[in-house]
């Protein structure tokens, strides 16, 4: 969530600093600060709470020079959103340091250095960090020394950056739990938490591993292990998915994001589908093994993760004839266990840097599982590098918060594992060859829902003054729901509730009243008659629906009713099809609303703290 930028060059770098963190705007945000060394061993730090251009204003009328300096974005974690918070934390003059992740034990760090008088001005965690180095170069350790030994005192998870007054040429690193990566240049070295911050300077990037310390120089970069000895990290070149995106003829990212589905469903499915089969080698080379003796499938998530994996239940249950569990992250680790013999383990992430789901895999792998497979938007990520396989879900980059073609691809992937899943139970090749066919329509059938745009604009106008929603949804259709009301409260700041229709009676129908706008996606399967009657419930309570309906399930206008007619799809694709209007929905009722849509108050895209 929070973004870090470091650089030791032989020019000025506070640009590059700056720039970096724009890049870094849609992980979400509520303060940024850079810190540079000056001349004579100064080490001057700005912080501004609010936006990157806040710092940027600041620095533009009163401009700091540096060739060493590191910046920072920040999620407020531990105490309120300030600049006493804000990154970079200094000591005594002497060090700057910013941080990503979680101190588990800095409440007794934090006394221990009182102590020993070091005086602490923030409420965070990561002040302990950087009192704790300087302490260890008072003993006569050097700035790589310090990192080392204070990092073994750490509990928890931290990526960190420290430049010190007196070693002006160098940068020090670390990672544990949080992803850090380093950008090589020629006389100039980076650090950064993302790849996409270091595009403006360098296509050539280190992924530091997990327990790595990196030692940046104008004259090189030294990885050293959790042991402490050298390590060779390949150095990898960036393809052009790494590329700065901008907004283009679209009013905000997430706009374009929303009909951006289209191409990045086709860009997931190209290579990996034939014309009436699944290829199996999409998942790596040892998918044919792996999924040969498949007996159960373990899904673990976050957030909208978290929703295509509940939607995923529904179709290998249904196609395949194996048992699938889903679970949140954050959920699995802190329980007891059972895992059935040769469960596949699953994983789900945008971002691949979750820290729930990565603590979750972590654990799975001392569990016993057959396997374990990622599904994720970003191949050079943690997860996808500690999983053994792996399908990159070819979104693109996604930076509106609120996750879009990030959701409808992960539907997709799921959607080729199942096919996979059922090939390999025995399911004959004529259901293949219809799931295949449907797949290559679906990109055509999503540009079709996105013309209805005018149309949802219209229907949002009603939600700009309520302050709840209902969405409904019947098997399914119900995480399309739950990923509906999530995007709606996520950007519009309405309180939103999904249900499975037909729990309306055991409670949710003491909502309903004319102020509650109540939201459904009704395809025409076999539990439309179902749904019917859950919501003539509904309008019996003077309820106002508004039916996102498969054209020939009969729906219609009514005083009491909104619908908005959607194309007959297959079954398979219903989930993938009717998420798409909900997005939109709840984008146009943000924007009317006038709330911050790509970057949502209190919300981060890349959650890499517990």
């Not at 960190?160 to 990672?175: K, M, Q």
């Amino acid at each position: 969530m929070c973004g870090i930028v470091g650089a030791v060059a032989q020019r000025p770098v506070s640009e590059i600093l700056l720039e970096g963190l724009r890049r870094l705007e849609y992980r979400g945000y509520d303060s940024a600060g850079v810190a540079l060394l000056g001349e004579g061993g100064r080490i001057d730090c700005v912080k501004r709470t609010g936006k990157v251009a806040a710092l940027g204003d600041s620095l533009a009328s009163a401009p700091l020079d540096g060739s060493t300096g590191i910046a920072h974005t920040r999620w407020a974690t531990h105490g309120r959103p300030s600049e006493a918070n804000a990154h970079p934390h200094t000591s005594n003059g002497r060090l700057a340091l910013v941080h990503n992740g979680i101190i588990e034990n800095h409440v007794e760090l934090r006394e221990r250095l009182r102590g020993a008088g070091y005086a602490f001005v923030s409420e965070t965690d990561t002040e302990v960090i950087v009192h704790l180095i300087d302490q260890l170069r008072q003993r006569g350790c050097s700035l790589f020394e310090a990192v080392r030994g204070a990092i073994g005192e750490l509990q928890g998870a931290f990526a960190i950056a420290v430049v010190a007054s007196d070693e002006p040429h160098r940068l020090v690193a670390a990672r544990q739990g949080s992803p850090l990566i380093v950008g090589i240049g020629i006389g100039e070295h980076f650090v950064a938490s993302d790849q996409i911050a270091l595009r403006q300077v360098t296509d050539r990037v280190i992924f530091l591993e997990e327990g790595d310390i990196v030692d940046v120089t104008t004259l090189g970069v030294r990885v050293f292990d959790l042991a402490g000895r050298e390590a060779h990290r390949p150095v990898e070149r960036l393809g052009d998915a790494g590329d700065h995106a901008d907004k283009g003829q679209f009013r905000h990212f997430m706009l374009k994001e929303i009909h951006e589905q289209p191409r990045a469903i086709a860009n997931t499915l190209r290579g990996r589908i034939g014309s009436d089969h699944v290829y199996d080698q999409a998942f790596g080379v040892a998918a044919a093994d792996v999924f040969a003796n498949v007996a159960a499938v373990q899904i673990v998530a976050c957030g909208t993760s978290y929703h295509s994996g509940l939607v995923a239940r529904y179709w290998i249950e249904e196609y395949v004839g194996i048992p699938c569990a889903v679970e949140i992250a954050s959920e699995f680790r802190y329980r007891k266990l059972v895992v059935a013999k040769d469960t596949l383990f699953v994983t789900i992430s945008q971002s691949g840097e979750t820290a729930d789901t990565l603590a979750a895999l972590r654990l799975a792998h001392t569990l016993g599982y057959r396997s374990t497979l990622a599904i994720c938007n970003a191949p050079q990520s943690s997860l996808v590098r500690e999983s053994h396989l792996a399908i990159m879900t070819e979104a693109g980059p996604e930076i509106g918060v609120a996750s879009t073609k990030a959701f409808t691809t992960q539907l997709v992937a799921l959607m080729l594992l199942t096919a996979v899943l059922a090939k390999r139970a025995g399911a004959d090749a004529a259901h293949e060859r219809a799931v295949v066919e449907a797949m290559h329509a679906l990109p055509v059938l999503v540009e079709q829902v996105l013309d209805l745009d005018a149309r949802i604009r219209v229907v949002a106008e009603d939600f700009i003054e309520k302050q709840h929603a209902l969405f409904l949804g019947r098997g399914v259709q119900y995480p399309v729901a739950m990923e509906g009301a999530l995007k709606l409260k996520e950007i519009s700041y309405i309180h939103a509730e999904a249900y499975a229709a037909g729990e309306l009676k055991h409670g949710p129908l003491a909502l309903v009243d004319e102020n509650m706008p109540v939201v459904t996606v009704a395809p025409n399967n076999d539990l439309l008659e179902k749904l019917r009657s859950n919501l003539a419930e509904v309008q019996a309570r003077g309820g106002r629906l508004y039916v996102f309906a498969d054209e020939q399930a009969g729906f219609t206008d009514s005083a009491t009713m909104t619908v908005v007619q959607m194309p007959h799809v297959p079954k398979i694709l219903e989930p993938v099809v009717y998420t798409v209007p909900l997005q939109l929905l709840s984008y146009h009722v943000a924007v009317m609303k006038g709330t911050d849509v790509d970057q949502p108050r209190n919300l981060a895209k890349s959650v890499t703290v517990e």
